[in-house]
């Protein structure tokens, strides 16, 4: 399993918009075979931050969506960020 996941930051006043413009791509990537999740939202603590999150079945999955994913171009500053890429080799419940 591969899990993306991290924290952009933009414009406060540009949020939104980037968070909408990526919509459709994730309505798209939910469906993709071996994508088991993808969100892209705003932080509703911090007013310039949005949360990355994917999670695929395995690279090979991630690299064939990313093929034919088209992400937009916002034409938004990415002001900062911090996104890694995690190779999961086992999981299971939160709680025991």
């Known amino acids: 399993m591969i899990i993306i996941a ?3 930051y933009v414009a406060s006043e540009e949020r939104d918009g980037y ?33 990355i999150f994917e999670c695929f079945e395995s690279e090979e999955r991630l690299e064939s969506w990313r093929a034919i994913a088209h992400a937009p171009d ?3 500053e990415i002001l900062r960020q911090d996104v890694q890429k995690h190779v999961i080799s086992e999981s299971g419940p939160p709680f025991s």
């Open 6 to 8: 991290g924290k952009v």
């Open 74 to 76: 916002t034409g938004i």
């Open 19 to 51: 968070v909408s413009a990526f919509a459709e791509m994730v309505g798209r990537a939910r469906k993709y075979p071996g994508c088991l999740d993808v969100v892209i939202a705003s932080d509703p603590l911090e007013a310039d931050r949005i949360n």
